[in-house]
């Protein structure tokens, strides 16, 4: 779904000029328009997480943008991982290779 | 329910520099976005931040400390965290950086057979999706129409709305999205409609209603008149004796579904001549309308 600025201020409980600077910053980086940005649940999320890097975790302005690029790294890692894990998987037990295996013992 | 101060492992004298110190030295820690994959923290910071809440709210804390209330109910609710977003997005995600493991590619193992798969596989990668919101006209939602959106780069974009829309519906114009990073397709166009109400026509479910003015003579005598429908004006018989709020129905006549069309309701509304009429007046004061016209009869006035 959709969410306006209006909305995502709302919900993100910031006011506008952070929502400015975090976007500035391109700590969040809306799709629409530079003047009338939409922004998703995973920018609310991200944003959830901003606030609580400065607010629970006392990081400062500098902080956040290192911590924001180490995780999309983190997470970009994490998915190839799973990628790769997943077509290990499916080249270790290639079907056709597993069924002629198993029966040509039997045969010969 | 575990003790909140133990949770921190603060004393029960502690400040409330004290607590915030001992909370953030835990969030650090366990944060679940500081620590994608690993559940465990994930349950423990849900302990910490509960805690937290409780001790770091002077109120809550004496009521806590008086035994009014109790730890229980203080664990935060179920909070969706950003890692979860960057775990389902779908590959493209705005966010996501694969650079971290460019390095590893350029070696000639099975490994480096798979990344270099993967990295094309994200090269190929749709564009990501773009969002739009069209506000349309009433009557433009109920029939469809052919509309073109003037994009904020200055580009165009033709939406063809389909008749019947319903107000929030979100059209997807395949591959009008933004360009792949890489290779891949374009992206879709998300298009979320809003509809502008109309002066006179209302809309619930399928149906289309509408209130009709008519005049007293039209309402008493009866006869056919002109109604607007979605379609264009249509002849509706109003039978004698009909009155303010009687309801007729136009069948076929709403908006359009599938096998079929709505109906559109007409709701009749008595208008008396706007400026006084010395004619109706003096017809009026001769008339005697019967004993049994007495429309205020169940209010035993």
Do not use: C
Not at chain 1, 73 to 81: A, E, I, K, S
Not at chain 2, 233 to 250: A, C, D, E, Q, W
């Amino acid at each position: 779904m959709i969410i306006t600025k209006l909305e995502f201020l709302d919900r993100a409980q910031i006011d506008r000029d952070t929502l400015e600077v975090w976007i500035q910053e391109e700590w969040l980086v809306p799709s629409g328009s530079a003047t009338e940005p939409v922004f998703s649940e995973a920018d609310l999320a991200r944003a959830d997480l901003i606030r609580d890097l400065i607010h629970d975790l006392g990081v400062n302005a500098e902080g956040v943008g290192p911590i924001l690029s180490l995780l999309d790294q983190l997470h970009g890692l994490r998915r190839v991982l799973a990628e790769v894990l997943q077509s290990m998987r499916q080249r270790s037990v290639p079907p056709e290779a597993g069924r002629s295996m198993g029966r040509d013992p039997e045969r010969s | 329910m575990k003790d909140p101060y133990e949770v921190l492992g603060v004393a029960r004298t502690a400040s409330p520099e004290d607590v915030q110190k001992a909370y953030r030295r835990l969030a650090k820690k366990l944060h679940p976005d500081l620590n994608p994959g690993n559940r465990e923290s994930e349950e423990r910071f849900k302990e910490v931040s509960g805690a937290n809440d409780l001790l770091s709210d002077p109120d809550k804390r004496k009521r806590f400390d008086n035994g009014e209330i109790d730890a229980s109910g203080t664990e935060r609710q179920q909070q969706r965290y950003y890692k979860d977003y960057a775990a389902e997005a779908a590959a493209g995600h705005p966010y996501e950086n694969r650079s971290g493991y460019a390095d590893f590619v350029d070696t000639d193992d099975i490994f480096a057979e798979l990344l270099r798969r993967q990295e094309q596989q994200a090269r190929r990668a749709p564009g990501p999706d773009l969002h739009y919101r069209l506000s349309i006209e009433f009557l433009d939602a109920v029939n469809g129409a052919a509309k073109r959106l003037t994009l904020p780069d200055g580009g165009t974009l033709d939406v063809t709305i389909p008749p019947g829309i319903q107000e929030g519906q979100i059209l997807r114009l395949r591959g009008k999205g933004a360009p792949s990073k890489g290779e891949g397709n374009a992206g879709d166009a998300l298009v979320e409609l809003s509809i502008v109400p109309h002066r006179f026509f209302s809309r619930q479910g399928d149906d289309i209603h509408i209130e009709l003015p008519v005049t007293l003579a039209e309402a008493a005598l009866g006869g056919r008149i002109k109604v607007p429908t979605p379609t264009g004006p249509v002849l509706l018989t109003v039978p004698k004796g009909s009155n303010t709020g009687s309801t007729l129905r136009l069948k076929g006549k709403g908006v359009p579904r599938r096998g079929g069309h709505g109906d559109e309701f007409v709701k009749l509304k008595v208008m008396l001549p706007t400026e006084p009429n010395p004619e109706l007046e003096a017809f009026l004061s001769n008339w005697t309308p019967g004993a049994d016209y007495d429309p205020r009869r169940d209010m035993q006035l």
